[in-house]
């Protein structure tokens, strides 16, 4: 606690240092002569005398050479937005990749454009407003420290035309929507960028990107010129009304019992928005409503030791969502499950960005309960108050942190030491990155937490009411250079830490990992090749062996806008009181080979493996496939299969399954030619798959028609498993959405969903139904 209190007064306290940064040329705007319609058309009189931007560089595949085809850029304002024009040449404008799709549904394997604008000027994290030739829309936030977030979204317009030579874009971004500093004149830095996807994926960008490089926002184009700017004071509020009827059984864990009709409730909640000036901003949001996100991809948790993660897609929580992204994940905004309200204030002050975050939640949903080997879930049945906070203080290119989060709630009963129900989990800490040059990154993070667990054995048998005090530290150096490349990590989790509005599903452990890579840049079919052997050890704190491995492997990037990758696992790793070995080959495949098959990809691993439920040796495949096919520029069919097979040992010399199993005479089913040989007798243990479809036809891209179907399902041999499983689970599930957005708050929904459950009859039964109609709009001023 002194440490972290300490480095906060650090943080406070620092002065900026010089920039470690290669800046590109500067670009000087001005004011723009006349209108300017937002239509697709750049001979409106407002870009007559706009900023040319003419020199590009191609820095993929090409070492920042000069381009093959021709792009100009045009940059102007005026007293309420910011523009930028393009005119993208294309010497065939028939193999444009540009089918109709909805907001941010703009992949690397289409064309688009767009700017990237860094309008504190710091070099560190800038917005990212990118358009395709239909006019979708992609907007993001990109941070040298945290990578490229797609989840925030802005308001702001695009619109664009396919020509006899290529396709021009136009960007209209209001001032509203963009966060810089109170002076004048202003220093933004910007990158203008293009993406032409053919034999290979083609960047061009307004800057030179060196290769030796750590960081992308700090070689932005210094831009000068812009001056008397609206100094703040937006507001953006958006009611929202939602109706709905939802058919469930009488006890919704149990399918046999009757159905129940619930009448339609309406719903009405209220996300506000308040820009007090152009460093701040504050969100309120009451009863959201969350009806307009997809459903998420099941992933496989067959034979899996951990639990798995899904992404943050919820409007409410994605304001600043960067600030929340540290090396140990104790953020994770999805455990707040079903606020009632929520607050939140972001901004800058005394050269301090910050944001804190505060939600009542009411409950529900799962908490995952970690271990140095493997985690479970308890359901949640309970509120809490959450409350969480960040304080990042850069430093020239480096920064240092504090992080702080709180959940309070209430976990039911009393305990024998006079906790009456109540529960806390309390986490504080700095965290930093140092660049000690333009290759290099250090960054570290060190974690305090204090927990008093639910007093709720009946959910959970560790939730005895009982207090627990722990600690969280890792530092991770990353190397960049033209070749040679290197990640080293150090991390240390106590078995007492825990994260309760994180995502920490391992505790207890030790773990040290170096990752180096050599990068060759061959010609013909392969555009880059990286060789790489990863190392990985992790141990309990006691020292017994949790995981150690060995990974040599290759990746490449190839022709059809491809990328490869093999590599060879060879590891020995924990079930239960036994190390096992393993022997596995991993590969991943993916291509874009044309409009039509827009992208097709694979991935798997195949050897030998372990049985993690009944702490056995076995061996077996795991194939995952999904590929984006584009049948007219309308509609898109996304499918996903994943398949996961795995047989064991039950010859008695691997643990449970030995004794009392009747060994058969087959091996069971399977590619078993490619399988690597492990010597026993073997029994078909389970077979895991998830099949899913969306179909999305886009009539503009303002409105789309979606239908997703689901199929979820775990075979199993129950006489092979120490406890007592169902031989067959099953889900099915599907939904439709039609929608129609003027942006991304302002809507109208009209949705369907069903779940059905497979029963010991082996008879998929309706699990619950729902319709509703949501209607939301944005008002801004």
């Known amino acids: 606690m002194r440490f972290a209190l300490l480095a906060f007064v650090g943080l406070l306290l620092a002065s900026p240092a010089r920039a470690q940064t290669t800046f590109g ?5 001005g004011r723009a002569n006349g209108p300017i319609t ?16 003419e020199k590009w560089y191609e820095t993929n595949p090409g070492d920042n050479i000069d381009p093959k085809v021709h792009s100009l850029g045009l940059l102007t304002y005026d007293d309420r937005y910011f523009y930028a024009g393009f005119e993208f040449d294309d010497p065939n404008p028939a193999a444009i990749r540009a089918p109709l799709g909805d907001h941010d549904n703009v992949p690397s394997f289409t064309d688009y454009g767009g700017v990237i604008i860094d309008t504190r000027g710091d070099g560190q994290r800038a917005m990212m407003m990118l358009a395709s030739p239909r006019g979708i829309q992609y907007d993001a936030i990109s941070d040298d420290a945290s990578g490229e977030d797609p989840s925030p979204d802005f308001f702001w317009d695009a619109a664009a035309r396919v020509t006899s030579h290529g396709w021009t874009l136009e960007i209209r971004i209001p001032f509203s929507s963009l966060r810089y500093r109170n002076v004048d004149p202003q ?22 990107l060196p290769r030796d490089s750590n960081c992308f926002i700090c070689h932005r184009n210094p831009l000068i010129g812009i001056e008397h700017l609206p100094k703040g004071g937006h507001v953006v ?28 409730t309406a719903h009405v909640g209220l996300d506000l928005k308040w820009t007090p000036n152009a460093d701040n901003v504050a969100d309120l949001t009451v009863k959201p409503d969350f009806s307009q996100v997809e459903s998420d991809t099941a992933q496989i948790s067959a034979n899996e030791r951990f639990a798995l993660f899904f992404p943050e897609k919820r409007p409410f929580f994605l304001e600043g969502i960067d600030l929340f992204a540290t090396p140990v994940q104790a953020v994770y905004t ?19 960005r910050f944001t804190a975050l505060v939600a009542d939640d009411a409950g529900g949903g799962e908490a995952v309960l970690p271990g140095p080997n493997g985690s479970t879930t308890a359901p949640v049945d309970f509120g809490s108050h959450v409350i969480v906070a960040r304080a990042k203080r850069d430093i020239g290119l480096s920064f240092v942190s504090v992080l702080v989060t709180d959940r309070e709630g209430s976990g039911g009963a009393s305990s024998a030491d006079g906790n009456q129900g109540q529960t806390h989990n309390r986490v504080v800490g700095p965290d930093f990155q140092w660049r000690p040059s333009g290759k290099d990154s250090i960054v570290g993070q060190w974690l305090f937490s204090d927990t008093r667990v639910p007093n709720r054995p009946d959910l959970a048998s560790a939730w005895t009411g009982q207090s627990m005090h722990g600690h969280a530290g890792v530092v991770q150096w990353s190397h960049n250079d033209t070749h040679l490349d290197w990640f080293g990590m150090v991390k240390d989790l106590s078995d007492g830490f825990r994260a309760e509005t994180g995502f920490v599903p391992q505790v207890g452990y030790r773990e040290e990992s170096f990752q180096p890579g050599w990068t060759f840049r061959p010609t013909g079919f392969l555009s880059r090749l990286r060789t790489f052997v990863n190392v990985d050890n992790q141990t309990e704190q006691n020292g017994a062996l949790i995981l150690r491995e060995v990974m040599p492997g290759a990746g490449m990037d190839t022709r059809w806008n491809g990328f490869m990758q093999f590599r060879y696992i060879d590891d020995q790793v924990r079930s239960g009181d036994q190390v096992f070995p393993r022997k596995q080959f991993g590969y991943i495949l993916q291509f874009s080979p044309s409009q039509t098959i827009s992208q097709i990809a694979v991935n798997g691993m195949i050897g030998s493996d372990v049985d993690f439920d009944n702490s056995r040796a076995g061996r077996g495949y795991t194939i995952n496939s999904n590929a984006t096919i584009h049948p007219t520029d309308h509609l898109e069919l996304a499918p996903i299969e994943s398949y996961r097979w795995l047989e064991v ?18 091996l069971g089913v399977g590619p078993q030619a490619v399988i690597n040989a492990v010597p026993g007798l073997y029994r078909h243990l389970l077979t895991a798959r998830v099949s899913r479809l969306k179909t999305t036809y886009s009539f503009t891209p303002r409105m789309f028609l979606r239908v997703i179907a689901q199929y979820v399902s775990t075979d199993r041999d129950p006489t092979l498993y120490i406890t007592s499983v169902n031989a067959k689970d099953a889900t099915l599930s599907g939904s439709v959405l039609l929608a129609y957005k003027l942006d991304w708050q302002s809507v109208f929904y009209v949705g369907w969903g069903d779940d059905q459950q497979l029963t010991a009859q082996e008879r998929l039964t309706r699990l619950d139904r729902q319709f509703f109609v949501k209607l939301s709009y944005a008002f801004r001023r």
């Open 25 to 29: 040329d500067s670009i000087h705007i």
């Open 334 to 352: 999805r455990t707040i499950t079903a606020p009632n309200w929520g607050g939140r204030v972001t901004g800058k002050e005394a050269g301090i």
């Open 237 to 264: 509020a958006a009611p929202y009304v939602n109706t709905n009827q939802i058919i469930h059984h009488t006890d919704p864990t149990d399918i046999t019992t009757p159905v129940v009709n619930e009448p339609t």
């Open 187 to 208: 220093t933004w830095g910007i990158l203008l960028y293009r993406n032409y996807p053919r034999d290979f994926r083609y960047q061009m960008f307004s800057a030179r």
């Open 649 to 666: 040992d039950v010859s008695g010399n691997s643990g449970a399954g030995g004794p009392g199993i009747e060994a058969p005479t087959g």
């Open 38 to 53: 937002v239509d697709g058309d750049l001979s409106d009189a407002g870009w007559i005398g706009a900023t040319r931007i």
